[in-house]
């Protein structure tokens, strides 16, 4: 399996020759137009190929061996285009270092035309930033990956 979004963060200071990375738990909650290039933000279709809508967004974790286990506060936004603002998701979480958590996300049907001219049928993508907290209890140094994608998967399956 392949995640189609992959971000870092770090816990204490980069070892030599190692690219900077946020601090984790430095991430603030999203404003404006969405970021495409901001690396914590994942996008994709309301539906897969062979017309699979999409259930949840899932996220994983990794990091030092030494922190499996340890926890990290999740909280996602999604972003509303017609008011062009964020929307916070339900079901704040908390995901184990090598775990992974589920995001229930909205999959809009397409809208009735009120117009020939309106472009409001369209539901759009599904754009949405994660914003993980610290990590649980004492510090551990290093590199914690992060990894989402849209499931379509039943709920429960």
């Known amino acids: 399996m392949r995640f189609p979004t992959v971000f870092r963060r770090r816990v204490g200071d980069a070892p030599e020759g190692a690219p900077d990375l946020p601090a984790l738990g430095s991430d603030k909650p999203p404003s404006g137009k969405p970021v495409a ?4 933000f994942h996008t994709s279709r309301l539906v897969n190929f ?17 922190a499996l286990g340890r926890t990290v506060p999740l909280t996602m936004w999604l972003h ?14 908390k995901i184990e270092v ?41 510090p551990i140094d290093g590199d914690y990956a992060f990894v989402i994608g849209t499931d379509v998967s039943n709920p429960g399956c």
């Open 37 to 40: 290039k901001a690396d914590n």
């Open 98 to 138: 090598g775990g992974i958590a589920y995001f229930d996300s909205p999959c809009l049907i397409d809208h009735g035309r009120g117009r020939s001219d309106d472009d409001s049928h369209n539901p759009g993508t599904l754009d949405v930033v994660l914003v993980p907290g610290e990590l649980s209890g004492q």
């Open 80 to 93: 509303e285009d017609a008011v062009d603002g964020w929307l916070r998701l339900p079901g704040d979480m």
């Open 50 to 66: 062979n017309g699979f809508p999409s259930q949840r967004v899932v996220v994983g974790l990794m990091g030092p061996e030494e």
